[in-house]
């Protein structure tokens, strides 16, 4: 099993943006959904949003609904989390994970998703 991999963290101002990548060279996603999720330090892992593979269709956190967005590139096997309007508490590792199943679609449950990547840290100075 190959894990997806997360790049495009960096260290940004209040009010900026970033677009982070989650490389799925495994094609685990295919058939399912790409989630991504973040962890700030001393804090339980988050739930972001995710993207049905197929259709394209997504959900968000409540935290970030209207300032981030999620789509995804088939042709490279390719999710993105494009980010606006950063603020200092949207600073965490960002992660990217494979939902196990679309019956499961609508969840925000870490416990539903699998194939972890390594992270990718985001800082939002103020």
């Known amino acids: 099993q190959v894990q997806p991999v997360e790049s495009g963290g960096g260290l940004v101002q209040a009010g900026g943006s970033l677009r982070l990548s989650c490389v799925d060279s495994?094609?685990?996603?295919?058939?399912?959904?790409m989630g991504w999720f973040r962890q700030a330090p001393w804090k339980e892992r988050e739930f972001v949003g995710v993207?049905?593979?197929?259709?394209?269709?997504?959900y968000y956190a409540d935290s970030v609904r209207g300032r981030f967005t999620i789509s995804r590139d088939d042709t490279k096997n390719t999710a993105y989390l494009q980010m606006t309007s950063l603020k200092p508490e949207d600073t965490a590792v960002y992660y990217c994970?494979?939902?196990?199943?679309?019956?499961?679609?609508?969840?925000?449950?870490?416990?539903?998703?699998?194939?972890w990547g390594q992270g990718t840290q985001v800082t939002v100075s103020s």
């Open positions: 994970s494979v939902l196990r199943d679309l019956s499961a679609w609508g969840t925000t449950d870490d416990r539903n998703f699998y194939s």
């Open positions: 495994g094609r685990t996603a295919r058939s399912s959904a």
């Open positions: 993207i049905h593979w197929s259709i394209g269709g997504t």
